[in-house]
């Protein structure tokens, strides 16, 4: 799928902020700092539409972004960033879990793992929630530059052993790196695929 346009919509504190639409989202949400706003910058050819940072907890609001006036991605706060307050904490907590139950054009979630780490404790925690709560999701493994190719396989492997422990099949994932733009089109057909089948 080609990106045509990408256009900064509004970042909202709570999800009765986000845009009234009923065009199809794609959320990404994470850890803090496994690269969700880089991704949708690499995916959209823009470099600074998402902000990025090396510093966590850089995204604090939803954040949507109109792709083609067709679609929106949407990039929301990281979890788990531990130098938060434990009632900041909680806040971040409270508004991903609202979006994701009540917004009704959410056509997928994509969950972000950073591909070097092992399988964490609250990521398969969370996947299994979005499951009893029958919220598609796709995984996405990010920064697959900072390993060699059979690293990355073998990565991927291994996460894949942790999920069946719980899921009977693992789940649809794609490999990426916001560095060298691997894995952009296999996401960006996903969104196309994923964006007719709702048309239907
Ligand atoms: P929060 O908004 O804080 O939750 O973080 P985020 O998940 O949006 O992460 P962000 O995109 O801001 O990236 C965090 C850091 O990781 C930045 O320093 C990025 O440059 C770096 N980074 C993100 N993606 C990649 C990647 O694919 N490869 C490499 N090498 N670095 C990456
Ligand atoms: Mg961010």
């Known amino acids: 799928m080609l990106i045509k346009t990408a256009k900064f919509v509004i970042s909202?504190?709570?999800?009765?902020?986000?845009?009234?639409?009923?065009?199809?989202?794609?959320?990404?949400?994470g850890r803090s700092n496994v690269g969700k706003s880089s991704l949708i910058n690499m995916l959209t050819n823009h470099s600074h539409l998402a902000k990025t940072s090396g510093k966590p907890g850089k995204t604090i609001t939803i954040n949507h972004f109109l792709i083609n006036e067709n679609w929106y991605l949407v990039d929301l706060p990281g979890y788990g960033y531990a130098k938060a307050s434990k009632t900041r904490k909680i806040e971040i907590a409270g508004i991903i879990e609202q979006y994701l139950q009540l917004r009704e054009n959410l056509a997928c979630v994509f969950v972000l793992i950073?591909?070097?780490?092992?399988?964490?404790?609250?990521?398969?925690?969370f996947m299994e929630w979005l499951g009893e709560q029958e919220i598609p999701f796709v995984i996405i493994f990010t920064k697959a530059d900072k390993l060699s190719a059979n690293q990355v396989a073998a990565a991927v492997e291994k996460y894949k052993i942790a999920m069946l422990e719980t899921w009977?099949?693992?789940?649809?994932?794609?490999?990426?790196?916001?560095?060298?733009?691997?894995?952009?089109?296999?996401?960006l057909n996903f969104i196309g695929e994923t964006n007719t089948s709702l048309k239907k």
């Open 114 to 125: 950073d591909i070097r780490h092992e399988a964490l404790f609250n990521d398969l925690q």
């Open 12 to 29: 909202a504190t709570d999800y009765k902020k986000c845009p009234k639409s009923q065009l199809p989202e794609y959320a990404f949400i």
């Open 168 to 187: 009977e099949t693992m789940p649809q994932h794609f490999v990426t790196s916001a560095e060298t733009k691997l894995g952009k089109e296999d996401v």
